[in-house]
């Protein structure tokens, strides 16, 4: 698993007798995509959002994280976030199989039925 030339490192290709077995590696970090600060713009942002570059691409490294100067106000832990929380992430997973070859790594929060909070779960591989 490589970069690909998108990240300013030259073409990996270039230098591959057989690319028969290479994958790229890609990483989205939406907090700092410019996305204007509404719960709605970020959805919006992320479902039309797509991995374009070199294929076979994987989505190694993203995550659930806002602009700092809203992480306060949209505060996983707080139940009026909830929904949001749950789409951003069914909307990055969607748009990471629609148009890369899936996502491979995540940090993943889930909701404790219990005491409605965002327990870390995992630093999962799928």
């Known amino acids: 698993m490589m970069m690909d030339k998108r990240w300013g490192s030259g073409d990996p290709k270039k230098y591959l007798h057989d690319d028969h077995f290479a994958v790229y ?7 700092y995509a410019g996305v204007a600060a509404q ?8 479902c039309q959002d797509t ?3 070199t294929k076979p691409v994987f989505v190694g490294e993203w995550s659930l994280a ?3 100067d809203v992480a ?7 139940a009026e976030n909830k929904d ?12 990471y199989e629609k148009s890369a070859q899936g996502w491979v790594s995540v940090i993943v929060f889930a909701f404790s039925p219990l005491d409605n ?3 870390l779960v995992s630093d999962a591989s799928f």
């Open 25 to 31: 590696d890609d990483h989205n970090y939406i907090q």
């Open 39 to 46: 719960q709605d713009a970020y959805l919006r942002y992320t």
């Open 51 to 53: 991995r374009s570059g």
């Open 66 to 68: 806002v602009a700092t």
């Open 72 to 78: 306060n106000d949209w505060d996983p832990t707080k």
């Open 84 to 95: 949001f929380y749950l789409q951003f992430w069914a909307a990055q997973v969607t748009s």
């Open 117 to 119: 909070r965002f327990p």
